[in-house]
């Protein structure tokens, strides 16, 4: 499985970015899918995810602004930012588990994204 994450980019406080993460080399509905970020300085830290049944979790840093969508047949998964904040400035990456309900832990995701930079301006 091979991950390729897009549509980062800088956005001043209060906007909104939507970040892509295309999948190849297994049916996207077989596999729950994460995104983490990291900051500058920070260790990587979970943002959420989408089971394999479309249940999704988020962390509390960001629930209730992003929100996750997939679209299987495109073998893609979306993650909507809204209302940024400067701390959301960060790589962010996606991430694929062969689990049906993966937590917000790194060694339960077996593929990983390169990630793409999200800086959010004050």
């Known amino acids: 499985v091979q991950l390729q994450a897009s549509g980062g980019g800088l956005v001043q406080a209060g906007g909104s970015l939507r970040l892509s993460c295309v999948a190849s080399g297994r049916p996207f509905s077989y596999n729950s899918w994460g995104w983490f970020r990291q900051a500058p300085g920070k260790e990587r830290e979970f943002v959420g995810a989408i089971w394999s049944g479309g249940y999704t979790i988020y962390a509390d840093s960001v629930k209730g602004r992003f929100t996750f969508s997939r679209d299987i047949a495109k073998n893609t998964m979306y993650l909507q930012m809204n209302n940024l904040k400067p701390e959301d400035t960060a790589v962010y990456y996606c991430?694929?588990?062969?689990?049906?309900?993966?937590?917000?832990?790194?060694?339960?995701?077996?593929?990983w994204g390169q990630g793409t930079l999200v800086t959010v301006s004050s």
């Open positions: 991430a694929g588990s062969s689990r049906n309900t993966p937590d917000g832990y790194e060694y339960e995701y077996d593929y």
